[in-house]
């Protein structure tokens, strides 16, 4: 059997060693690059995990198709760079173009809602629509915008979409959104349907925040690209 040295994740023993059952490269899901992925065997606790896997030398290839027949340790070959989880998948969708600040927030947001974490998904929903709320207000004095309006995201929310900078259409979820943010910071009540509200509006406010234009310049961008193609 061929042998790899690891820790392992199913019985937290360090530097245990694992029979590789199987090799395998997997395509990613766009479809452009490859994940190498290693099915294993605790030696301690016979249980079976995925690992990614890093090629430290590419002759690993030429044991790969019956690697049963090789009784060789390939700690010179291949290394364990993560274990496979399925903790970290979204089905749900993230509005384009968003800053990587916000996005990385958002997915945050889904994973927690994802696994039933309603308090912590609803508040990191919460912390995207603050932070792209707070590009929106005019650095300069305004009548009517105070300074609690402009630290408070319930009053902040208010005073945007009474001057245009949110839309009106979004008024109704923006009400629901700015309740249930706060009881997900004061009062830990929240269910599912709360935050698949929150989500609703969260995704609205933000795929019409970044979403059009950031197609808009995807698309400028393919047409500047064709105009190149065709003067060559
Ligand atoms: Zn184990």
């Known amino acids: 059997m061929a042998l790899l040295r690891g820790n392992c994740p199913r019985c937290n023993t360090i530097g245990v060693t694992f029979d590789i059952l199987y090799l395998v490269s997997t395509p990613y899901d766009d479809a452009t690059s490859t994940s190498n992925e290693a099915f294993l065997k605790c030696r301690n606790c016979d249980k079976t995990t995925s690992a990614k896997i890093e090629i430290l030398n590419e002759s690993v290839v030429n044991y790969t198709k019956n690697i049963d027949d090789f009784q060789i340790k390939f700690d010179h070959l291949i290394a364990i760079a993560s274990f496979v989880t399925l903790q970290k998948s979204i089905s749900r969708s993230t509005p384009d173009g968003l800053p990587d600040h916000i996005d990385s927030r958002f997915r945050e947001a889904l994973i927690c809602m994802e696994h039933g974490c309603n308090n912590a998904a609803a508040s990191t929903f ?107």
């Open 126 to 232: 919460r912390t995207c629509i603050d932070l792209a709320t707070r590009s929106l207000l005019p650095a300069e004095q305004v009548d009517g915008l105070s300074e609690k309006a402009r630290r408070d995201l319930r009053l902040r929310l208010n005073w945007l979409i009474k001057n245009g900078q949110i839309s009106k259409k979004l008024e109704a979820l923006a009400e629901c959104i700015r309740e249930d943010g706060n009881e997900a910071v004061h009062l830990a009540t929240l269910d599912e349907n709360d935050v698949n509200e929150i989500y609703d509006f969260a995704y609205f406010f933000l795929e019409e925040m970044y979403a059009i234009q950031f197609r808009l310049d995807r698309a400028r961008a393919r047409r500047s690209a064709r105009n190149i193609d065709k003067q060559n």
